[in-house]
């Protein structure tokens, strides 16, 4: 008996082990969408073997357009688990599905994990902090912007486990927050940057893409490295103006919100403003990113 909602398919010869991730979160169903358009189109690697694996469907199944951020996990975020905490005594909904996973994700060199975002936002590559995982990132020529972070202080994200964070590897990991998750542009983004990934590894030659897949070649910005990030100490936190994201701020000392009346000030020159958001908001969580070209 397999694994209930991974799906694999294998090429004729040895090549690169590929895992493609959605529903993570169980409210971002744009990449479901677009992975499951991906099994249909009856494509297969001309090498090796892609794995696409729907991650979190009991979050999903519990969506509820009207309160959409409820699904995104049951007991605790799926992406925060993947330290330690898999070996340890206990055991959540989250950290039951990780474990199923964890072969999958084990064998892949090169991981896909499609995400998307709380906020109307222009699209994001998150690659941490390796210089190959950036290097694949800038080559494939897509939309989103490319940030290079050190994940989070509250869990070992998915492309951050085990042979992933090895220096001294070979492994590919990058992490699509593809825009807004319900809007359309964030399927455009998905397919785009899925077709992309796949040619660049080798499983897919770029005239396998189906029509209408794949957007123009963008010559990338400079990667956004981030530099710190912002935790709420309260509820009472609140930006200044309407932030979207990719904002460079010119001065150091610039107040960008309050949190419980004291000020949120930039921590240095050029400062870019990476996925800011109170969606989530509750002391302890990150509401943005400092970052820098």
């Known amino acids: 008996m397999g694994v209930p909602y991974v799906h694999e398919r294998a090429g004729a010869r040895p090549g690169p082990e590929v895992l493609l991730t959605a529903l993570v979160h169980g409210n971002e169903y744009s990449g479901a969408i677009v992975l499951d358009a991906f099994l249909r189109s009856g494509l297969t690697p001309h090498s090796g073997r892609i794995t696409a694996a729907f991650c979190n469907v009991a979050a999903f199944d519990r969506f509820d357009p009207g309160r959409p951020d409820a699904s995104r996990f049951i007991d605790e975020d799926l992406n925060r688990v993947w330290g330690p905490r898999l070996d340890a005594p206990g055991t959540s909904c989250e950290l039951h599905r990780a474990r199923q996973l964890r072969p999958f994700v084990e064998r892949a060199s090169h991981l896909l994990d499609l995400h998307s975002m709380h906020e109307p936002a222009p699209p994001l590559l998150v690659t941490g902090l390796l210089a190959r995982n950036i290097a694949f990132a800038q080559a494939l020529r897509s939309a989103p912007q490319v940030v290079a972070d050190a994940g989070h202080a509250d869990g070992v994200r998915m492309r951050d486990h085990g042979a992933f964070a090895d220096p001294a590897g070979d492994r590919i990991a990058l992490l699509l927050e593809a825009g807004q998750h319900w809007e359309c542009r964030s399927l455009a983004t998905s397919r785009d940057v899925l077709m992309r990934f796949l040619v660049a590894v080798g499983s897919l030659a770029r005239s396998d893409v189906p029509p209408g897949w794949l957007g123009p070649d963008v ?22 103006q309407d932030f979207r994201g990719g904002e460079v701020i010119a001065r150091a000392g610039t107040v960008i919100a309050h949190d419980a009346g004291e000020p949120v000030a930039t921590p240095h020159e050029d400062c870019v403003l990476v996925m800011p958001s109170v969606r989530q908001l509750r002391p302890g969580v990150t509401t943005v990113r400092f970052g820098r070209r």
């Open 219 to 240: 010559d990338p910005p400079a990667p956004v490295r981030v530099t710190g990030r912002v935790i709420a100490r309260s509820m009472d936190f609140r930006f200044v």
